[in-house]
C-alpha cells in the first residue's frame, strides 16, 4: 500500500522540517563519492548496464526495438513506435556521450540517429522539415506532425552538424516547422494535420511547447539565428505566465526548467528576469516535492504518492536536477538534493540486474510482484531514457556539490 497516512501541508515550514530531518544524510550522501572519473559516481553502474541495454536494441537498419518484456518468452513484432520517443532516446544517448565523457555508442547513435532522419523527417514546402507520426505504429487516425517531435528531434541531432553528420538546412526547417506553430501570445500548438495539411489549434499537448523550446535553444547554439532565441523565450514566457495561476496545480514540466537551465546557464537571460523564472521552478518543485515517499520503512521509499512508474519518475529526477541548477533558494537545494538522492535510489532497485534484458526499466515498479497485470512488466525505450537522463543530473550536482 502507499504511505497517505501523513499528507503533507503546503506551507513554507515544510521545507523547515524536511532539513532538519535530512540534513545530516545530505551530509553524509554528497561526501561519499570522489569523482575524479565518472566511474566514481554514484549510478555509474546502472547507467552503463541500461545503455548497453539500449545499444544491444538498435537493429542493424538503426530502428530500436521498441518493447521488450522481463519475460524474454514474451516477444512483440515491433510494429508499435513512437518517433517523438526515438528522439528522445537519441537524445539521452549523446547527453550520456557529454557527461559520462564516453563515446562507446557513439557510431550506433548515428546509425539511429540516420535511420530517424530518413524514415520520420520529411519536407514540408519550400523551407519546413518535420517529424511524422504514422498511424500504423502509433494507433493513430491520420499521419500528423508534433511540434514537441520536431524539438526533441532539434535536441538529439544538432550535435551532429559540427560532425558533418547532418545538413543544416534539416535543423533550420525543423526550426521554421517550429516558429510556423507558434501563436501570436506565445503558445506552441500540439501538432499540424498531414491530411488537412492544417494546424491543429484545439489539441493540447502538456510538454509539447516547452519541448520545442528547448529544441529552438539546442537550434540556436547551431545556428545563433537572433529568431530561435526570440522564439524560444517567447513561448517560455508563455508557459510561465499561463500555468503560474495554477498555484500548486501546476502541472509538473521537466521539459520547461530544463529550458530555464540551458538559458542560465548559456548566460541568454538578463538578471532581471530570472527572478520570475526561478520563481516558476520553486513553484513546481513544492508540490511534488510534497508527494514524495520519505518514509524509509515503506517499501515505495523515495517514489511517489500513486506514482510508481519508472518513465514518470525518471522525467521528475530530471525536473528536479534542472531546478536545482536554476534556483537560489538554499534550503530548497538541500531538499531537491535529497528527494534525487532516494528517488533515483528507488529507480535502481526497479531496474532489471540479469539476463537479456539487463538494464532494462519495466513500465512499473511492482514488475517483480504475483498477480500484476502483464503491461508491468514491459520494458520500453523512453523509460530507459528518462531514466538515465535523471542519473547522469544527479551525477553532474554531485561533482558540482563536492567542487
Not at 342 to 349: A, D, N, R, V
Request: net charge positive; with cysteine; glycine share 6%.
Amino acid at each position: 500500500m502507499f504511505d497517505l497516512s501523513s499528507p503533507l501541508v503546503f506551507i513554507p515550514t515544510i521545507f523547515l522540517i524536511i532539513v532538519v530531518v535530512f540534513a545530516t544524510i545530505i551530509r553524509k550522501d554528497s561526501h561519499k563519492y570522489t569523482h575524479e572519473h565518472t566511474r566514481d559516481l554514484p549510478y555509474y553502474y546502472e547507467i552503463g548496464l541500461s545503455m548497453s541495454y539500449l545499444n544491444t536494441n538498435i537493429l542493424t537498419n538503426g530502428r530500436f526495438k521498441y518493447r521488450n518484456n522481463v519475460n524474454p518468452e514474451i516477444t512483440y513484432e515491433n510494429k508499435t513506435y513512437n518517433s517523438l520517443r526515438h528522439a528522445g532516446t537519441l537524445y539521452s544517448m549523446y547527453k550520456f556521450e557529454e557527461y559520462e565523457l564516453e563515446d562507446r555508442y557513439k557510431e550506433e547513435r548515428i546509425i539511429s540517429s540516420k535511420y530517424f532522419i530518413d524514415k520520420y523527417v520529411k519536407k514540408l514546402g519550400k523551407n519546413k522539415y518535420i517529424v511524422i507520426s504514422e498511424p500504423e505504429e502509433e494507433g493513430i487516425k491520420f499521419p500528423i506532425a508534433k511540434s514537441g517531435a520536431a524539438g526533441v528531434a532539434l535536441s538529439a541531432l544538432c550535435n551532429l552538424y559540427k560532425e558533418g553528420e547532418i545538413d543544416l538546412k534539416i535543423l533550420q526547417g525543423l526550426g521554421e516547422f517550429i516558429l510556423s506553430m507558434q501563436s501570436e501570445d506565445g503558445n506552441i500548438y500540439a501538432y499540424y494535420d498531414c491530411n488537412k495539411k492544417l494546424i491543429n489549434k484545439t489539441a493540447e499537448a502538456i510538454y509539447y511547447p516547452a519541448q520545442a523550446v528547448v529544441g529552438l535553444l539546442y537550434l540556436y547554439e547551431t545556428d545563433p539565428q537572433e529568431k530561435w532565441l526570440k522564439a524560444a523565450k517567447k513561448s517560455l514566457s508563455y508557459i510561465i505566465k499561463t500555468r503560474k495561476t495554477l498555484n500548486l496545480n501546476i502541472p509538473f514540466d521537466h521539459w520547461s526548467v530544463l529550458a530555464i537551465e540551458k538559458l542560465f546557464a548559456k548566460g541568454l537571460v538578463p538578471e532581471e528576469e530570472k527572478g520570475e523564472m526561478r520563481s516558476y521552478a520553486e513553484q513546481m518543485a513544492i508540490p511534488i516535492l510534497s508527494s514524495q515517499i520519505t518514509n524509509p520503512k515503506n517499501s515505495y521509499f523515495g517514489a511517489f504518492k500513486d506514482n510508481i512508474r519508472p518513465c514518470s519518475l525518471g522525467t521528475i529526477m530530471e525536473g528536479l536536477a534542472s531546478i536545482y541548477e536554476c534556483i537560489n533558494n538554499e534550503q530548497l537545494k538541500k531538499i531537491i538534493f535529497k528527494s534525487l538522492s532516494i528517488g533515483c535510489m528507488f529507480l535502481s532497485k526497479v531496474q532489471v540486474k540479469t539476463g537479456v534484458h539487463a538494464g532494462g526499466l519495466p513500465n512499473s515498479a511492482n514488475w517483480v510482484k504475483p498477480g500484476v497485470t502483464p503491461n508491468a512488466s514491459v520494458i520500453r525505450i523512453d523509460n530507459i531514457q528518462h531514466v538515465v537522463l535523471g542519473w547522469l543530473k544527479l551525477q553532474n550536482i554531485i561533482k558540482q556539490y563536492e567542487e
